[in-house]
């Protein structure tokens, strides 16, 4: 990467952000996490977490559909006239979700700009492979929600006696309806976490 941007290349996230996931996820509180493969390559998008973009930016077609969902399962934050939704617009900052012990990892951390899957024969999956086991291996009672093949490849790495799986098709234009719309996936991770007597991440 060192050599990339050497090169002239432009690498997202900028290098503050890399593991920006880590920086608001404190280990005590983490009981989610939710897989995206490689971060967003346009400009000003790509922040350090899977699916989020920065406060201003235009809404991902992805994060639109992942709204859209948390609208039709009926989550009051997300409709029409609540705090969040001003001028009928909706911040596509994940950051408070973060916080509240969502991890929302990237398993490609990086990207060349313009250039999706750019960053994918590096090897960092091997580090955010490793991240996942190890979280299988000391945590329990989390809801891993793996979204695409791709994040669904990394299934075997989940203690599945300790631990919840659902899994999707990804929320893309390309295959959210065919089965990400109507797949009830944050009422039923709301549903898992107070079983395992943990507080709920989205109301």
């Avoid at 998008?45 to 399962?73: C, T, W």
């Avoid at 891993?144 to 999707?168: C, M, N, P, V």
């Amino acid at each position: 990467m060192t050599q990339e941007k050497k090169s002239g290349k432009i690498i997202y996230p900028s290098g503050a952000h890399i593991f920006k996931a880590f920086d608001l996820t404190p280990w005590d509180e983490l009981k989610v996490v939710i897989l995206g493969q490689d971060p967003y390559h346009g400009p000003g998008q790509a922040m350090g977490l899977s699916f989020s973009v920065p406060d201003g930016v235009a809404l991902p077609p992805s994060l639109r559909n992942i709204y859209k969902e948390l609208h039709d399962e009926g989550f009051e934050n997300y409709q029409l006239g609540s705090p969040l939704i001003k001028n009928n617009t909706i911040s596509g900052d994940l950051t408070r979700r973060a916080e509240q012990g969502v991890l929302l990892l990237n398993s490609i951390l990086t990207v060349r700009a313009g250039e999706a899957a750019s960053h994918s024969k590096i090897g960092r999956q091997h580090f955010t492979d490793a991240v996942i086991k190890t979280i299988s291996e000391q945590k329990t009672g989390v809801v891993f929600l793996l979204r695409g093949a791709y994040a669904q490849s990394k299934k075997a790495l989940i203690d599945t006696h300790k631990h919840t799986i659902l899994e999707t098709v990804h929320p893309s234009p390309l295959s959210a309806h065919r089965g990400w719309f109507g797949c009830n996936h944050f009422t039923l991770t709301n549903e898992y976490l107070a079983s395992v007597g943990k507080e709920s991440i989205i109301r």
